[in-house]
């Protein structure tokens, strides 16, 4: 069996395959603190709470607004009303119990969360009313009164 001799590699070649393997190892770690970085972000966006979510009914005369607020203070509800839209924030407070614990898995959001909705139809805001029990919130909105149509005669 004859053996090929290889031909030996000139400089250029050398510093090639060196700066290939730089590279591979600088993506390497590249991907590697990428996936770091991305953990770390998880575990911030995982406790800050989503937008609000809201059932909204109808009745002939009041829209009624509920959402779930578990935890919250009232005074941490924000509620601002145009005549057609309303803007609901409310702040989850992050309650230290056992100082001395670490965490071995945190899912509770916390921190503000903000929902803003454009109403079905026209309210009169001063007639609005908002009540706050057993962590759900209730606004109680009266529509506008709507004038009977007037059919005109035509002379």
């Keep these: ?42 575990e911030y966006t995982e406790t800050i709470p989503e937008k609000l979510s809201m059932d909204v009914m109808e009745t002939d005369d009041t829209i009624i607004i509920k959402t779930d607020l578990p935890g919250v203070k009232k005074e941490d509800i924000n509620i601002e009303l145009t005549e ?22 945190k899912e509770r959001k916390y921190g503000e969360a903000r929902r803003e909705m454009r109403l079905p139809e026209k309210i009169r805001v001063e007639d609005a009313r908002a009540k706050f029990e057993n962590g759900v919130l209730t606004v109680e909105l009266p529509k506008v009164e709507v004038k009977k149509k007037q059919t005109l005669k035509v002379e």
Excluded: G
């Design 1 to 42: 069996m004859k053996k090929k001799l290889e031909k030996p590699m000139t400089m250029l070649e050398k510093r090639r395959l060196m700066a290939e393997k730089m590279i591979d190892e600088m993506i390497s770690n590249m991907k590697e603190m990428q996936k770091e970085f991305e953990k770390k972000i998880s």
């Design 84 to 105: 057609d839209s309303i803007s609901i924030s409310a702040v989850f407070e992050e309650e230290v119990e056992v100082e001395e614990a670490n965490f071995v898995r």
